[in-house]
């Protein structure tokens, strides 16, 4: 059974960066397409990036993408997200995801990925 353990996150300053990654065991990496998502306290989790398994595909939440990158080396089993330029609003508990079967419809929802990590926490502080 494929696990996800996420890392990287921290307290940084409003306009720094961060670089988070996600690391999966238990199964090949690449034979899944994988997610970032994130949540605040009381809000809904919402989407972030999305990467295809072979790295062909990428989509983004539009009001991130030009601050955000997501990419993946399926030789070591990772995902990362970069995000630059950080903001309080960016304040919230990172989450990976994975699935072998996103679509065009559900790959920026919740409902799409059967796995799931734990989440990194990123305080962004003005």
């Known amino acids: 059974q494929v696990r996800l353990v996420e890392s990287g996150g921290g307290l940084v300053q409003a306009g720094e960066s961060v670089r988070l990654s996600c690391e999966a065991s238990g199964d090949i990496l690449s034979n899944y397409n994988a997610a970032w998502f994130r949540q605040a306290p009381g809000k809904e989790r919402e989407f972030v990036a999305h990467i295809s398994w072979s790295g062909g595909s990428i989509n983004y939440e539009s009001s991130l993408e030009d601050r955000i990158a997501i990419s993946r080396d399926n030789a070591e089993n990772t995902v990362t997200l970069q995000m630059n330029s950080l903001k309080p609003e960016d304040t919230a508990l990172y989450y990976c995801?994975?699935?072998?079967?996103?679509?065009?419809?559900?790959?920026?929802?919740?409902?799409?990925?059967?796995?799931w990590g734990q989440g990194t926490q990123v305080t962004v502080s003005s």
């Open positions: 995801a994975a699935d072998r079967l996103t679509t065009r419809s559900n790959y920026n929802q919740p409902s799409g990925y059967a796995l």
